[in-house]
């Protein structure tokens, strides 16, 4: 049995991404999550900070074979480096665990929330895409693109159902279709992930 444990915010604990992941993986899989809402990953670099504190025991009491990190939703994009050293942090944090990067979508096409960027819809996909390409190339992370697959699924008219209706969070589609690609790099032999 694998073990995972992923680092993130209301992006993964909506509609709980762990446990569909887990359920997915019919047992091969054991998921665990420190999670806070709108958490970036550079709290895990405050040796005071809960969620620090948290990582740590969990560390401590499990032998993880992936650990997942997943960003405030636009912070890989306005601070890059912030994003980048916290990566780095982390990892040197997590042993022998492989870094997997999640990375992450736009906010809804059309919607007030992402005109509010001043990004088109492809424009916050493609940055936060390369955003976690730059990462993932400098700690040999692998990427689970569900950015990417949710805007494939915006090219094919489908992405309405796959947001809350804030424009920025999945709605049980959405993470249903998270929980499918991570199913797939954990238990299909990486197959989806993609490694730089």
């Known amino acids: 049995m694998k073990k995972i ?7 993964t604990y909506f509609n709980d991404l762990p446990a569909q992941v887990e359920k997915l993986s019919g047992g091969e899989l054991l998921c665990h999550s420190i999670t806070r809402g709108g958490a970036y990953l550079n709290a ?3 040796d005071s900070d809960e969620l620090r504190i948290r990582l740590d025991q969990m560390l401590s009491e499990n032998d993880y074979d992936y650990v997942v990190l997943q ?3 636009l912070n890989a994009v306005i601070d890059f480096e912030d994003y980048l050293s916290s990566v780095k942090y982390i990892k040197s944090l997590v042993g022998k665990a492989k870094v997997i990067i999640y990375q992450t979508w ?5 919607s007030p929330l992402l005109d509010s960027t001043a990004m088109s819809y492809d424009e916050m996909t493609d940055k936060l895409e390369s955003a976690a390409r730059m990462a993932a190339e400098e700690v040999d992370a692998d990427i689970v693109p569900v950015g990417r697959a949710f805007a494939d699924a915006v090219k094919c008219g489908e992405a309405d159902e796959l947001y809350d209706a804030d424009s920025l969070h999945p709605s049980g589609a959405g993470t249903a279709l998270a ?3 991570f199913w797939k790099y954990f238990c299909e032999n ?3 992930g993609e490694h730089i």
């Open 190 to 192: 990486n197959s989806l």
């Open 44 to 46: 895990y670099k405050t």
């Open 5 to 11: 444990l992923f680092l993130g915010n209301s992006f």
């Open 71 to 73: 960003e405030q939703s």
């Open 179 to 181: 929980a499918k690609l």
């Open 106 to 110: 736009s906010y809804a096409y059309g």
